[in-house]
């Protein structure tokens, strides 16, 4: 059964900091990990999503990276700024097609001004 | 296009009472998901359709819990009878068919479900 962890669970950073989450995945045969971003209260934006046969996708400050041998993805956020703040979750495809997502618990990030 | 439309955005009921969530995917999509967030356990999946027809209801809790989709634009979660534990966040996803969208999901803002 797959199974993904997120670490650390919380983050506290200066503003301008550049940061790596962390996200591990038990079994390496997946189709693709999806980044998410959860403001409170709120629901689930995507930011990346990477196929299993890429190694990184970028949008703006973020870059996420992807190493299916070893189990990992990291989402980098470059020049972090307040408005960062949210709860990020990795979660994990294990199957092609329009099957269900296996969601880590997320690291909740602040950023201070 | 105005993305996965849910409702009610917040539910409060009392412990034995129906309660029923509703979801609308985004046109063209043929995939719906119902996950269920709470702090102990996070995001887990309920159920999922494809073309309308259920394909994986083990998440489902127990006989409590029972879903739809009638059709296309449409989809139901119901809880009868609610119980204290049920209180979480429901969220409603969606995909569309087709390799070059990666079967990414886009998410409802999700239905927050308090059993007093």
């Known amino acids: 059964k797959q199974e993904v962890t997120q670490i650390p669970a919380a983050l506290s950073v200066p503003e301008g900091e550049n940061l790596v989450l962390n996200c591990s995945f038990t079994d390496s045969a997946i189709y693709n990990l999806q980044w998410f971003r959860q403001d409170p209260g709120k629901g689930l934006t995507s930011l990346l999503l990477i196929q299993s046969s890429q190694r990184e996708q970028t949008s703006g400050r973020l870059n996420a990276s992807l190493d299916k041998s070893s189990g990992r993805s990291t989402l980098y956020i470059a020049a972090s700024q307040p408005g960062d703040s949210a709860t990020y979750l990795c979660?994990?495809?294990?199957?092609?097609?329009?099957?269900?997502?296996?969601f880590g618990k997320g690291t909740r990030l602040s950023v201070i001004a | 296009d105005a993305g996965v439309i849910q409702s009610p955005r917040h539910e409060v009921t009392e412990m034995g009472q129906e309660v029923t969530l509703r979801c609308k995917p985004i046109?063209?999509?043929?995939?719906l998901f119902w996950y269920r967030q709470t702090m102990m356990r996070g995001l887990e999946l309920l159920i999922y359709f494809n073309n309308n027809v259920p394909i994986d209801d083990s998440g489902m809790p127990e006989d409590r819990f029972s879903a739809k989709m009638p059709n296309a634009s449409f989809s139901t979660l119901k809880i009868q009878p609610s119980e204290p534990r049920d209180s979480a966040v429901y969220f409603c996803?969606?995909?569309?068919?087709?390799?070059?969208?990666?079967?990414?999901?886009?998410f409802g803002p999700g239905t927050r479900l308090t059993v007093l």
């Open positions: 046109s063209g999509h043929n995939s």
């Open positions: 996803a969606s995909s569309s068919p087709g390799l070059a969208a990666y079967n990414e999901q886009f």
């Open positions: 979660a994990v495809r294990p199957f092609s097609g329009n099957t269900p997502l296996v």
